[in-house]
Nanobody, 119 residues
């Protein structure tokens, strides 16, 4: 029943910006902690950003701070990831995740969207 669908990935040049979307069904994004993760070929999954249900507190991975921003549109039940000043090392499959409750572990995952940054 729960489904997370990412979109907005593509091929961009270094220094460009890109916005990813995560459309949720079967759960309400405003009552979940929502997050973005990424995984590059041959590397482990990496935390990108999250937004909490209480007050909308946000967190970012160290390499994303000052460049990436996460937001939520409750009316559309959608979470966004705004990526600026993209670097080739940002190339990865980006996944949307949700706790399925107000907190706890990330229980639900999307299928991912590819982001490729050329130099």
């Amino acid at each position: 029943q729960v489904q997370l669908v990412e979109s907005g990935g593509g091929l961009v040049q270094a220094g460009d910006s890109l916005r990813l979307s995560c459309a949720a069904s079967g759960l309400t994004v405003s009552s979940n902690t929502m997050a973005w993760f990424r995984q590059a070929p041959g590397k482990e999954r990496e935390f990108v950003a999250s937004i909490g249900w209480l007050g909308g507190s946000t967190r970012f991975g160290d390499s994303m701070k000052g460049r990436f921003f996460i937001s939520r549109d409750s009316a559309k039940n959608t979470v966004f990831l705004q990526m600026n000043s993209l670097k080739p090392e940002d190339t990865a499959v980006y996944y949307c995740a949700a706790t399925g409750s107000y907190g706890g572990q990330y229980k639900y995952w999307g299928q991912g969207t590819q982001v490729t940054v050329s130099s």
